[in-house]
């Protein structure tokens, strides 16, 4: 099994920054998956970004490409999700996800383990 937890939510003004760590522990592989998701009031549950532990290789949402940064520090097991230029739009539970498997997708019905999210506010 994996464990994710998630921290460094909270609320912030449009155009300020945060960023987001989750800390995964148990059984982590190179080939995993992990992502970001978000899902706002009402919404479903859409991809923000996503890292092939394995590679490094990176994939964003459009509408938050030029704005977040996800990466990784393998040696402490946690991945990061760097915001910027926040946007109210960005107003959301935040979700830290982990798929096995070696290949990433948009698709949040695809990822195994899931953490138990931070909410980020933006006004």
């Known amino acids: 099994d994996v464990q994710l937890v998630e921290s460094g939510g909270g609320s912030e003004q449009a155009g300020g920054s945060l960023r987001l760590s989750c800390a995964a522990s148990?059984?982590?592989?190179?080939?995993?998956?992990l992502g970001w998701f978000r899902q706002a009031p009402g919404k479903g549950r859409e991809l923000a970004a996503q890292?092939?532990?394995?590679?490094?290789?990176?994939d964003a949402a459009d509408s938050v490409r030029d704005r977040f940064i996800i990466s990784q520090d393998n040696a402490k097991n946690t991945v990061y999700l760097q915001m910027n230029r926040l946007k109210p739009e960005g107003t959301a539970m935040y979700y830290c996800?982990?798929?096995?498997?070696?290949?990433?997708?948009?698709?949040?019905?695809?990822?195994?383990?899931w953490g138990q999210g931070t909410q980020v506010t933006v006004s």
């Open positions: 996800a982990l798929r096995r498997g070696g290949t990433c997708y948009r698709d949040a019905t695809k990822y195994d383990f």
């Open positions: 890292i092939y532990s394995a590679g490094g290789r990176t």
């Open positions: 148990g059984y982590t592989y190179s080939s995993d998956c």
